[in-house]
């Protein structure tokens, strides 16, 4: 008996940590990111979502590459094109120059009844969210920590693990 709530047990721990459900792939808190602990490439070098031409912000920021941004860039650029009822069309996101953030605002397009917004940022992995109206579609510098921590990472999975396993022990 106790073999098998043993083997249940580890069952279950499985599948919730090997889980690929969307529920919990849809609560990925892209605020939370943390500084990277590998080592920065040179003094101030930071981090964007980087995607061209997503679907939506979400599969933008989940899948977007994590590399360091070249030296030549110092904000994070996003542009978002949607309908007139909001509905994303594609969305942007890079490294970008202080050049490429001279034209931030939100543009309508008459020919073809969309909507492009552009918003720039700087610091460590800023641009989470879209450009949807003159309101967020700015140039916004922040005071973000743009060097790595040195603070380990934090195991919460194999410790809610153990404290499963260790009454069945």
């Keep these: 008996m106790l073999l098998l709530c043993h ?5 279950v721990v ?13 609560n990925i808190n ?16 930071f981090k964007c979502f980087t995607c061209e031409n997503a679907g939506d912000n979400y599969n933008c920021n989940r ?8 030296q030549n860039t110092e904000f994070c650029l996003t ?3 949607f309908t007139n009822h909001g509905r994303s069309i594609s969305i942007t996101k890079k ?3 202080k ?5 931030v605002g939100c543009r309508h ?13 700087s610091g460590m992995i800023c641009n989470v969210e879209l450009p949807t109206n003159h309101t967020n579609a700015v140039f916004a510098v922040m005071h973000a920590q743009r060097t790595s921590g040195s603070s380990a990472p934090v195991l919460y999975l194999p410790v809610l693990a153990l404290v499963f396993m260790l009454p069945l022990l």
């Design 7 to 11: 083997a249940l047990a580890v069952v």
């Design 14 to 26: 499985q599948i919730f940590i090997f889980s690929e459900n969307r529920a919990f792939a849809k």
């Design 30 to 45: 892209f605020y939370n990111v943390r500084p990277p602990l590998d080592p920065t490439p040179f003094p101030n070098s």
């Design 63 to 70: 899948w977007a590459e994590d590399k360091w941004c070249p």
């Design 79 to 81: 542009i978002h094109h």
């Design 95 to 97: 490294c970008a120059s």
């Design 99 to 103: 050049n490429e953030c001279h034209f």
């Design 109 to 121: 397009s008459h020919d073809s009844e969309h909507t492009e917004c552009r918003s720039c940022c």
